[in-house]
Each structure stands twice: as C-alpha cells, then as structure tokens.
C-alpha cells in the first residue's frame, strides 16, 4: 500500500548547492524556475542553500534598519518583509510552489495558510532537536524563548513573493551563523528581540542533518514527496 501510494504522489525536486550562491545567481535561479512552472516545462522544486554574507531588502524594508559596518552587499529581494540576513551557516530553503491547486494541507489561493505551513515546517524541524519553536501573532517568524530569562530570539525567518499563483523565495534558518552579522540591521524591523541559532541553543548539528530533517517534515504538510537530494 505504501509503495502504491509514493507512486501515484506527486514527487517534487529537492536540490542542495555544495557552495554558497550569491544571491543575485539565486534570484536568476528562481526566476527561471517559477517560469518554467507557470508554462509546465519545469517540475515545483525546493532549493537548499547558503549565501556569502548579504543583506537583503524587503519591500517594507526601511533605510534607517540598515547599518551595515561591514559593507556586506545589499540587494532589494522583491519579496514581502523587512531587512534580513543571509550568510554561511544559515540554511536557507526556498520553496516553489504552484499555489493555484492544493499542496497537501494548503488550499489552493490560500496565501495566509501557506505562511502557516511553512511555518509548521520549521516547527516541527526544530523540535527534531529538541527545540521548541513558536509563532507570534503579531511578528513573522519562528521564535525560541531562553526559559531561564523569558527572552524571545528569532531562529528562522520567512519572506515569500507571489508570482500569478507561482510562490518562490521562502525560509531561513538559523543553524551556525555569526549572530553578530546580525548586528549590521534591525533584523525584520524589530528592535526589541534578538536572534539566535541552534548552535547558540547549544545544538551542533551539521547542515546535511539539517536538510535530511527538513525533508523528513515536508510530506505531511504539503503533500508533495521530495526526490532524493540532489547536490548541486
């Protein structure tokens, strides 16, 4: 019965990139792919990846968030949100998605409920190891909180875009960055939270770990069944 019915799901192509991508190189990736979805030349696909050091620019990213002592690049990403972000030991997973049919538990046009399942998905990959992620009602993101002192620090953001029902862009999740590079923006425009990692959480877990559990929790949330990895 198992195997009958990974034969007739829907299968999605995972990718990992060996090196981080400068983020000009995965905006053109994207875009390449979410066209080929939307004519049906190209299969939905989920990309995992690290980029060099990078802030990028949401569309209600404000000047004043950025600071930027180390001159890192800066790139307007397009995508919804603030400033956030990217660097070697992040894990940053974007998602492409047809969203004008139902990917497993998302009715199809249902932008709110895709939000919520991504962040499901990293809920339940944090809880993997023994990390217990929470929502926010009133900020995005997946936030931890130090039981000892009742701080809230951001572990992972989300920035997604909306092309005619195609979605890209997608999650980022802290594994083992420098936090201080954070230091360089008001991460997603918020001054009075901070951000950590599951390294500063005390888990040393690799990146290969990391994708394996994100893969692992893709299926009951969207449906889909991911290839194996592929790098890239």
Not at 24 to 37: K, Y
Not at 59 to 71: C, I, M, Q, V
Not at 204 to 215: G, S, W
Request: charged share 25%; with cysteine; aromatic share 8%.
């Amino acid at each position: 019965m198992q195997v009958r019915r990974a034969m007739t799901e829907k299968t999605i192509l995972w990718n990992s990139s060996r090196v981080p991508v400068p983020y000009p190189d995965a905006i053109a990736g994207m875009e390449r792919q979410v066209a080929g979805i939307r004519d049906g030349s190209l299969p939905e696909r989920v990309w995992l990846l690290d980029h060099p050091p990078t802030y990028t620019a949401g569309t209600s990213a404000r000047p004043e968030d950025l600071f930027n002592p180390s001159g890192f690049p800066t790139h307007a990403a397009g995508r919804g949100g603030q400033w956030t972000y990217h660097g070697p030991g992040q894990r940053v997973a974007y998602v492409m998605l047809d969203l004008t049919r139902r990917q497993g538990t998302v009715p199809p046009r249902d932008l709110r409920a895709y939000v919520h399942a991504l962040e499901e998905w990293l809920i339940r990959t944090l809880r993997q190891f023994d990390v217990r992620g929470e929502r926010r009602a009133d900020r995005i993101g997946v936030w931890v909180v130090d039981p000892a002192s009742g701080r809230e620090s951001k572990i992972a953001a989300l920035g997604v875009r909306v092309t005619r029902w195609t979605c890209w862009h997608g999650v980022a999740l802290n594994v083992a960055p420098e936090l201080d590079h954070f230091d360089g923006i008001v991460p997603c425009g918020i001054r009075e939270h901070g951000v950590t990692s599951l390294r500063a959480l005390g888990r040393d877990v690799d990146m290969a770990t990391v994708d394996e559990a994100l893969r692992a929790n893709w299926h009951d949330l969207f449906g889909s069944v991911p290839t194996p990895i592929e790098a890239a």
